[in-house]
């Protein structure tokens, strides 16, 4: 098992920054692959972000390419998603989540944190 908290989220304008943390506990945190997702609503769970297990080989939607950074710290057991120029689009619940591949679909994750609001105003 292991257990994912995200925090970070929150209320800011466009062209702001924002940066999201996720702290992982339990079994061994260098041993998944990372990723990012988001769900705006009334809209299906959304890849954002991933990264391998050595925190190599980034990929990100196109939607967020050249704006967001996605980074771990397996010696702190936490995966970051740095969030520049946000956009109104940005607006959604964001997930981290672990897994065994760099995937960008939502079901090759097997564990999930809660969730945190990141709401941009125009």
């Known amino acids: 098992q292991v257990q994912l908290v995200e925090s970070g989220g929150g209320l800011v304008q466009a062209g702001d920054s924002l940066r999201l943390s996720c702290a992982a506990s339990g079994r061994t945190f260098s041993s998944y692959a990372m990723g990012w997702f988001r769900q705006a609503p009334a809209k299906e769970r959304a890849f954002v972000a991933a990264?391998?297990?050595?925190?190599?080989?980034?990929t990100y939607a196109d939607s967020v390419k050249g704006r967001f950074t996605i980074s771990r710290d397996n010696a702190k057991n936490t995966v970051t998603l740095q969030m520049n120029s946000l956009k109104p689009e940005d607006t959604a619940v964001y997930y981290c989540?672990?897994?065994?591949?760099?995937?960008?679909?939502?079901?090759?994750?097997?564990?999930w944190g809660q969730g945190t609001q990141v709401t941009v105003s125009s």
């Open positions: 989540a672990a897994g065994i591949g760099i995937r960008s679909w939502a079901q090759a994750y097997d564990y």
């Open positions: 990264i391998s297990l050595s925190g190599g080989s980034p």
